[in-house]
Antibody
């Protein structure tokens, strides 16, 4: 059974940092690309960042480029998102998502998400 | 970046109706399009990849078509469990981008 569990969310002041983590099980982690996708309350889906199976390729939404960094540790079956200089508009539920392939393409399996709230 | 525009943003239909949702890309994406369903209070799930390939377990009343910049998702006979918001997503290039969503109500 595929499992994806996010952690690390919380309430943080604007300008501060937060690191999200995602641990997975039930599939061969280093065979697949992974993503972070966020959803603001009552809003649509926004792809935040993705990383290929071997970390050789990463991508970011324009809204987070230069502030967020995605990484993975295949030995630990873990995905991370380092979020710096957080803004109120980063407030959202952040989902860790498994891709269907080794490269950034299709979001196959979604975690329940971890809430990030940026507010003073 | 490739912009994805869905229409309508919401629709109301009756059980058994044929429902079609459209998605337009700001530039050609070949057939690199996926559709997702998000039921109220649930996480999204992938319905269709490569424009028209149904994912395992997805009922055959769902179908996808299109190419280039214009795509559509059709539900041939709307069922109560199809009440959800549907999103398209292009994966022709990074950053990946989603459409704004179409909320389907009975």
């Amino acid at each position: 059974e595929v499992k994806v569990d996010e952690s690390g969310g919380g309430l943080v002041q604007p300008g501060r940092s937060l690191r999200l983590s995602c641990t997975v099980s039930g599939f061969i982690f280093d065979d697949y690309a992974m993503h972070w996708v966020r959803q603001r309350p009552g809003k649509g889906l926004e792809w935040v960042s993705g990383i290929s199976w071997n970390s050789g390729s990463t991508g970011y939404a324009d809204s987070v480029k230069g502030r967020f960094t995605i990484s993975r540790d295949n030995a630990r079956n873990s995905l991370y998102l380092q979020m710096n200089n957080l803004r109120p508009e980063d407030t959202a539920l952040y989902h860790c998502v498994k891709d269907m392939s080794a490269f950034m393409m299709i979001c196959d399996f979604w975690g329940l998400g971890t809430q990030v709230t940026v507010s003073s | 970046d490739i912009q994805m525009t869905q229409s309508p943003s919401s629709l109301s239909a009756s059980i058994g109706d044929r429902v079609t949702i459209t998605c337009r890309a700001s530039q050609g994406i070949f057939n690199s399009l996926a559709w997702y369903q998000q039921r109220p209070g649930r996480i999204p799930r992938a319905l269709i990849s490569s424009t028209s390939i149904l994912q395992p377990g997805v009922p055959s009343r769902f179908s996808g078509s299109g190419s280039g910049t214009s795509f559509s998702l059709t539900i041939s006979s709307l069922q109560p469990e199809d009440i959800a918001t549907y999103f398209c997503q292009q994966y022709d290039s990074v950053p990946l981008t989603f459409g704004g969503g179409t909320k389907v109500e009975i």
